[in-house]
C-alpha cells in the first residue's frame, strides 16, 4: 500500500477549514477585546484560554465518541457536518455584536459577545479531533508523517489564505486613523471557506469504504502492536512506552506554551512595541507560514529518513535560537526593520518539523481502534498548555513589560528540547521518497 495523495489532500480540507478559523481567532479576537471592549491584557488572556479549556474536555471526548460512532457517512463525518455548520452561524454574529457596541456601547452586549464566542467554541471542539482522526484511520503508521506533512500543509493553506485576505483589507493604510475596524468582511470570508472545505471533503471522501480498504491492508499487513494486554484483557501500554508518551505529551505541552504565546500576543505585541496595524503584524505571521508550506512535504520526508525525534529536536532547537534573537532585537530597537522576516520564515521551517512529527508519534504508540482517544490526548495536552500561555504571558507582558514576550517563548521551547530528550518510542519504521516518489498515488 502506497501513501494516496491526493486522498490525503482531500482529506486535509477538514483541517484546512480548522485552520483558517483559528488564524482569525488568535489574531482578531485580542484585539476585538482590547480595542472594542476594553479588556486589559490578563483579562482578555482569560477568554483567550477560554477555548483551551473547553477543548480541554471536549477534544478527548468527542475523539472517542467519534471511535465508536457508526453513522452511515462513517465515524468522522457527521461531526464534521454539524460542528462546521454550527461555527459558521454562530462566528457570523460576532462581528454584529462588535459593531453594535462600538455604536451604542451597552454592558449587555459585552456579555453577549463572550456568551456567543463561548458557544463557538463549543462546537469547534465537537469536529476537531474527528477531523483529524480522519488521516491516520486510513493510512498506516509508516506512512503517517509524510501524510501528516500534506495535511499540516493544507492547514497551513487555510491559514495563509486568511493573512494574505486581512493583510489586504486591513492594511495600515486602511485602518490608520480609524477609531473602531469592522471585521465583518473578514468573517464571511472565513466562513466561505470553511463551507466550501467541508462540502469538498463531504462530496470527495467516502469514509467508509476507505475505512474497509485501511482494515484489509491491516490483516495483511500487521504493525508491530506496542501495548499489552492486562489481566482483565484490556490493552495497555507498558511502563517504558507509557513512559514515553508522558514524556511526548510533556513536550508537546511545552512547545505550545511557547508557541501559542507568540500566535495569540504578536499582533497586539507588534502594535503597542513597533506601531504596526494588523495588516501589516500578520504579514509577518503570514511569512512564517509561508516558511512552513514549504518545509511540511520536506520535513516528512526528512522524518522518514532520519527519524521523527530528530526531526523534531532540530526544529525545536532551531525555534528557542529564533526566539532568543528575536528578544535580543527587541532590546535594541522600537522598530520593525523588513530582515525580520527571514527570522519569522526560519522560525516557520521549525515550527513545520515539530508539528508534521509529533502527532503520528503519539499515534504510533496506540491500536487503530483507539486512534480518536490518543489524538484527544494530544489535543489535551496541547490545548492544556494553551490554557495557560495566554494568561501568564499577559500577564507578564502587563506587569514586567511587553518586551518579555520573546524571552518567555525562548525559555519554555528551551524546556521542550530537555524532555524530548527522554522519549524513547513513537519513531517511524518507514523509507523515504524522493522526488516524484513524494507524490504517488496523486489521483487516488
Known amino acids: 500500500m502506497k501513501l494516496k495523495t491526493g486522498q490525503t489532500i482531500r482529506i486535509g480540507f477538514a483541517f484546512l477549514s480548522i485552520c483558517a478559523f483559528w488564524q ?21 488572556g482569560m477568554i483567550m484560554a477560554a477555548d483551551n479549556v473547553l477543548a480541554l474536555f471536549l477534544l478527548p471526548l468527542f475523539g472517542g465518541i467519534s471511535d465508536r460512532c457508526e453513522s452511515k457517512m462513517g465515524k468522522r463525518k457527521p461531526f464534521l457536518l454539524f460542528g462546521t455548520i454550527c461555527a459558521v452561524i454562530l462566528m457570523m454574529v460576532l462581528p454584529f455584536v462588535d459593531n453594535s457596541y462600538f455604536a451604542h456601547p451597552v454592558f449587555y452586549k459585552e456579555i453577549l459577545f463572550v456568551v456567543i464566542l463561548g458557544l463557538l467554541l463549543i462546537a469547534m471542539g465537537t469536529y476537531r479531533s474527528p477531523a483529524v482522526a480522519l488521516m491516520p484511520d486510513v493510512t498506516p503508521k509508516p506512512f503517517r508523517s509524510r501524510a501528516n506533512a500534506i495535511i499540516n500543509l493544507m492547514g497551513a493553506i487555510g491559514g495563509i489564505l486568511y493573512l494574505i485576505i486581512s493583510a489586504v483589507l486591513y492594511s495600515e493604510s486602511r485602518t490608520k486613523g480609524l477609531l473602531h475596524v469592522d471585521y465583518m468582511p473578514l468573517f464571511i470570508i472565513v466562513a466561505v471557506i470553511m463551507l466550501a472545505a467541508l462540502a469538498i471533503v463531504m462530496v470527495s471522501v467516502d469514509e467508509i469504504t476507505l475505512n474497509r480498504e485501511m482494515e484489509a ?20 501500554l507498558p511502563t517504558d512506552v507509557k513512559r ?21 500576543w504578536f499582533t497586539t505585541y507588534a502594535n503597542k512595541m513597533w506601531s504596526m496595524s494588523l495588516g501589516s503584524a500578520n ?15 520536506p520535513v516528512g520526508a526528512l522524518a522518514a529518513k532520519i527519524g521523527r525525534k530528530k526531526t523534531i529536536l532540530i526544529g525545536v532547537c532551531t525555534m528557542t535560537i529564533g526566539f532568543l534573537l528575536a ?6 530597537f522600537d522598530y520593525f526593520q523588513a530582515y525580520l522576516y527571514v527570522l519569522f520564515f526560519i522560525i516557520g521551517m521549525s515550527w513545520a518539523g515539530i508539528n508534521v512529527n509529533s502527532l503520528p508519534m503519539v499515534l504510533e504508540m496506540c491500536k487503530g481502534s483507539d486512534i480518536g482517544r490518543f489524538t484527544g490526548f494530544y489535543y489535551t495536552f496541547s490545548m492544556a498548555a494553551q490554557i495557560v500561555t495566554p494568561v501568564l504571558a499577559g500577564f507578564l507582558m502587563k506587569h514586567v513589560g511587553y518586551t518579555v514576550l520573546f524571552i518567555y517563548a525562548a525559555v519554555f521551547m528551551g524546556l521542550a528540547f530537555l524532555t524530548m530528550q527522554l522519549v524513547r518510542h513513537g519513531d517511524c519504521k518507514g523509507v523515504a521518497k524522493h ?3 513524494a507524490f504517488e498515488d496523486m489521483d487516488d
Open 435 to 437: 522526488g516524484l516518489d
Open 327 to 332: 528578544f535580543l532585537y527587541t532590546m535594541v
Open 244 to 264: 514515553s508518551l508522558v514524556f511526548l505529551l510533556v513536550s508537546i505541552a511545552l512547545w505550545f506554551i511557547s508557541y501559542n504565546a507568540i500566535e495569540t
Open 217 to 236: 491492508y491491516e490483516a495483511e499487513h500487521p504493525e508491530q502492536d506496542l501495548t499489552v494486554e492486562d489481566a482483565s484483557g484490556d490493552a495497555v
Open 283 to 297: 504579514l509577518c505571521l503570514t511569512i512564517a507560514t509561508g516558511g512552513a508550506i514549504i518545509s511540511y512535504v
Open 24 to 44: 482569525m481567532y488568535n489574531t482578531v479576537i485580542p484585539l476585538v477585546l482590547t480595542n472594542t471592549f476594553h479588556m486589559n491584557e490578563t483579562f482578555s
